[in-house]
């Protein structure tokens, strides 16, 4: 699908009250180096979209830009309706979107609950650490553990954990199961399946595959900063070979 082809499609299918996160021509660059090159994709409230790609496609810049880490970009970023190019992130924040970074950022020297209890609260109808605890009790579990003790699978779920108690609703998540093990992929689909029932929005780069199929509405592919396919769940389903061309798998 060509690129005006395919913005003219999401303009014409997606109202914009209906969106949570709606992207229209974002160039992002790290210093002299042009990086995203006039991404569009639209996720509409209450489902889960994947960006898929090839590593260094753009994905994970695509994330930064959107929560206003990276400090070059140009185009539209509207979250709820709210335009954010131009804001920082702790501007762009309160407006109900929250970022769960790929390396974690969990605090090594703080304990589970320290890391837990760390973000501030920015919306109400966040989850309480109650209800954070229920959806993870491992963490419950472990609560008194500093950071260093944590595996990596614990470390993720602390990560996924934490910002459910700023009030966001809409949850952008990179590569939340890299490296981790088979069981704990699982128990982090049924959280995120159990999320989209309490009516979050979830924007996930991921590169597992099964994993993006098993979770998700709507996906979109991207390459040299730019998404270049879109595909509903349904049609990959039915033919995951139309993603061939793009991701040679």
Same mark, same amino acid.
């Given at each position: ?30 210093? &002299? ?15 889960? $979209? ?43 924040? &309160? ?20 890391? @837990?209890?760390?973000?501030? $609260? ?9 209800? $954070? ?12 553990? &500093? ?34 093990? &088979? ?7 049924? $959280?995120?399946?159990? @999320? ?12 597992? @595959? ?40």
């Amino acid at each position: 699908m060509q690129q005006p082809e395919m913005n003219a499609q999401m303009d014409a299918q997606a109202p914009a009250a209906e969106l949570a996160l709606r992207v229209r021509d974002l160039h992002g660059h790290y210093g &002299p180096s042009h990086v995203l090159h006039g991404m569009n994709f639209d996720v509409p409230s209450g489902q889960v $979209v994947t960006l898929l790609g090839r590593n260094g496609a753009g994905k994970t810049t695509t994330m930064r830009a959107l929560i206003g880490l990276l400090s070059q970009r140009t185009g539209s970023v509207r979250v709820n309706g709210h335009e954010t190019i131009g804001l920082q992130p702790e501007k762009i924040a &309160p407006l109900g979107m929250a970022y769960c970074p790929e390396d974690r950022g969990i605090f090594a020297s703080l304990s589970v609950e320290e890391n @837990l209890m760390l973000p501030p $609260v920015l919306n109400p109808g966040g989850l309480s650490a109650q209800d $954070v605890l229920a959806l993870f009790p491992r963490l419950a579990e472990r609560s008194r553990s &500093p950071g260093t003790k944590l595996s990596g699978g614990e470390q993720q779920m602390l990560a996924i954990a934490r910002i459910l108690r700023t009030g966001a609703r809409l949850l952008l998540l990179d590569e939340p199961t890299e490296g981790l093990a &088979p069981v704990i992929v699982e128990h982090i689909g049924e $959280v995120l399946g159990n @999320l989209k029932q309490r009516g979050y929005t979830i924007l996930l780069v991921e590169q597992n @595959l099964d994993f993006a199929m098993s979770v998700a509405d709507h996906h979109y592919v991207v390459e040299h900063g730019q998404v270049v396919g879109a595909f509903t769940n349904d049609s990959l389903l039915a033919d995951p070979d139309q993603l061939q061309t793009y991701l040679g798998v």
